[in-house]
Structures are given as structure tokens and as C-alpha cells.
T-cell receptor, first 116, second 117 residues
């Protein structure tokens, strides 16, 4: 079975531009989360989506937005790029089974964004 | 707020040595889940283990073992007879509610393990 896929693999943008990153979850997984990983740090939570609705948001500015589509794939959008947005952006999917406990999140290979 | 501390930034060992990666966490939740992930140079985070706070039994999977001690808020990871392919950054993570019955992961800063031949 295919794992989580992300596109593009690498991206170079200049300050002030806009970027869209894409993620396709593992088949059967309904929840998608986005994380930002700056070099030398652990991933930081940005968003979580389930059933096309935002279910959680990390401490990121409004320049960051996301959405989830009926096929459970997701996009992360970042407006007015800053140098500090340079990072590896990771997408994770989980089954989101019934019950009040966390499912295991499985990560994609990430998109490496460089802002010049 | 929850916190995960991986005090070892880098560890270097020679092949076949045993190595333990430390993880200490802080949470006010009585029920929580802990995870370990491996990140090889390719960048993809690979899931290794998930452990809930009810179960303090240690777990072994091949050369990997995990020691969960609630009394010291630690969830340490040991690789026995390390191999060059074990070289990677290893992250410990703690689940935290992101809203309703949804959860996010809070990660430590990771430990870079280098296994030399």
C-alpha cells in the first residue's frame, strides 16, 4: 500500500510569494495533520483536518492556511513568505477511528521549502 | 503546556555497541500516549512505537527495546548491537489534545545517532 505522498519534493520561493503544498493520505485514513520542521528542531504542529474541517491549529500566523478535500487529501497554503518559513513541511495521516484516543500518525517524505 | 526533552543532542557509537536514547516528558494529563519516530537523512519520519500511559510494561522488538517509567516521566529507547543503518535522528513525541477528540504530537528536539563501522 502507498504511504503518505507529498508534492512537490523541493520548492524555492522568494520573500513575499505564496506557496501551496499538497498531501495525499494513506488509503483509508481520514485525518491529515501538517507540521513544520526547522533545521535542527523537532516538528511543530500547524494544523489538523478531519472530515474537511479544521480540528486543531498550532501557534502559527494567519498567513498559514489549509484545507481538506472530499477525498481526504489536503493543501497547506502560506502567503507572504518570510525567510523564516524555510523548513521541511511534513504531512501526517491517521485513521481517526472512533474513540477518544490518539491514532498513530504516519508521515510523508515532506516538502523542503527554501525562501530566498 | 506539554513538553518533551531529549537531552542528548548527538550520540556517536561504534557498530555492535548498545546505545540508549533518553526521553523525559511533562504532562498534566492522566492519560497520554508516547511515541518514538526515526528520521533518516531522506527526511521521512518513520513510526517505531506507540505506548499509552496505562501500560508500563517494557517492550522489545528485535534489537529495539523501550523502557517506560511513569515515576520518572521517562520513555527511553535502547538499540542493541547497533548497525550503521541505525544512523538517523530519533524523536520522542507526546500526544496532546488539539481540539475535541483530536490529538497532535509534541516532539522533542531529537537525538542524532551516528553508528560508525
Amino acid at each position: 500500500d502507498a504511504g503518505v505522498t507529498q508534492s512537490p519534493t523541493h520548492l524555492i520561493k522568494t520573500r513575499g510569494q505564496h506557496v501551496t503544498l499538497r498531501c495525499s493520505p494513506i488509503s483509508g485514513h481520514k485525518s491529515v495533520s501538517w507540521y513544520q520542521q526547522v533545521l535542527g528542531q523537532g516538528p511543530q504542529f500547524i494544523f489538523q483536518y478531519y472530515e474537511k474541517e479544521e480540528r486543531g491549529r498550532g501557534n502559527f500566523p494567519d498567513r498559514f492556511s489549509a484545507r481538506q478535500f472530499p477525498n481526504y487529501s489536503s493543501e497547506l497554503n502560506v502567503n507572504a513568505l518570510l525567510l523564516g518559513d524555510s523548513a521541511l513541511y511534513l504531512c501526517a495521516s491517521s485513521q481517526r477511528r472512533a474513540g477518544d484516543y490518539p491514532d498513530t500518525q504516519y508521515f510523508g517524505p515532506g516538502t523542503r521549502l527554501t525562501v530566498l | 503546556a506539554q513538553k518533551v526533552t531529549q537531552a542528548q543532542t548527538e550520540i556517536s557509537v561504534v557498530e555492535k555497541e548498545d546505545v540508549t536514547l533518553d526521553c523525559v516528558y511533562e504532562t498534566r494529563d492522566t492519560t497520554y500516549y508516547l511515541f518514538w519516530y526515526k528520521q533518516p537523512p531522506s527526511g521521512e519520519l518513520v513510526f517505531l512505537i506507540r505506548r499509552n500511559s496505562f501500560d508500563e510494561q517494557n517492550e522489545i522488538s528485535g534489537r529495539y527495546s523501550w523502557n517506560f517509567q511513569k515515576s520518572t516521566s521517562s520513555f527511553n529507547f535502547t538499540i542493541t548491537a547497533s548497525q550503521v543503518v541505525d544512523s538517523a535522528v530519533y524523536f520522542c513525541a507526546l500526544s496532546e489534545r488539539s481540539g475535541g477528540s483530536n490529538y497532535k504530537l509534541t516532539f522533542g528536539k531529537g537525538t542524532l545517532l551516528t553508528v560508525n563501522p
